[in-house]
């Protein structure tokens, strides 16, 4: 089982300011590369996903940006705000069909 | 639509209680899993299926079993509750299906509001 390692484990980050989570994986030759997004007492929804022949990929104030070679992937969060406070997840797909390994999750707090 | 549906919301367990999870989705989708997530550990998959009759086990399957009869239903199953079976169970579904070259758009899952089970 190949591990999937999402860090950091939470980060505080005043209104405006830039959210970055990293994700690193050991193995995968699959296609796609998602971030999920968790408010408190729901589930996990997906935010923002990236193919692996792109090095970035933009969604209004979400970016990903992705290095093949390094076998790591990123999340930014641009002028961040109160409302993006939730944790978020990185997940890794591990077979062909689409079957996610997912990371340990960052706990982003946006302060006013 | 409703999506995915879980019940119960809540639950409180006596060691050694069975229960199941239920977990219904109308979108039609091949796909179906069942995660758990623990504080600071993610989310873990205990079982999966790729369509009714069909399931597999994921990386924590142990304490577990599911069935899929249907391709709507997806329920879990504790046998013997233990306290490290203390979680927030996660459904989710997916359409899944092995990727064509050049096809695009992600496998997304959509994921139930969860199942808070405590065993004491």
């Known amino acids: 089982q190949q591990q999937v390692k999402q860090s950091p484990q939470s980060l505080i980050v005043q209104k405006g300011g830039i959210s970055i989570i990293n994700c690193a994986y050991e193995?995968?030759?699959?296609?796609?590369f998602p971030w999920y997004q968790q408010f408190p007492g729901k589930g996990p929804a997906l935010l923002i996903a990236i193919r692996p022949d792109v090095s970035e990929k933009k969604e209004g104030r979400f970016t990903i940006s992705f290095n093949k070679s390094a076998k790591q992937f990123s999340l930014h969060i641009m002028d961040s705000q109160p409302g993006d406070s939730a944790t978020y997840f990185c997940?890794?797909?591990?077979?062909?069909?689409?079957?996610?390994?997912f990371g340990a999750g960052t706990q982003v707090v946006v302060t006013p | 639509n409703a999506g995915v549906t879980q019940t119960p919301k809540f639950r409180i367990l006596k060691i050694g209680q069975s229960m199941t999870l239920q977990c219904a989705q109308d979108m039609n989708h091949n796909y179906m899993y069942w995660y758990r997530q623990d504080p600071g550990m993610g989310l873990k998959l205990i079982y999966y299926?790729?369509?009714?009759?069909?399931?597999d086990k994921g990386e924590v399957p142990n304490g577990y079993n599911v069935s899929r009869s249907t391709t709507e239903d997806f329920p879990l199953r504790l046998e013997l509750a233990a306290p490290s079976q203390t979680s927030v169970y996660f459904c989710?579904?997916?359409?899944?299906?092995?990727?064509?070259?050049?096809?695009?758009?992600?496998?997304?899952?959509?994921f139930g509001a969860g199942s808070r089970l405590t065993v004491l």
């Open positions: 997940a890794v797909p591990t077979d062909s069909w689409g079957k996610l390994q």
């Open positions: 193995n995968t030759a699959f296609d796609y």
């Open positions: 299926s790729v369509g009714a009759g069909i399931t």
């Open positions: 989710a579904s997916s359409y899944g299906g092995r990727k064509r070259e050049g096809q695009s758009g992600a496998n997304v899952l959509t």
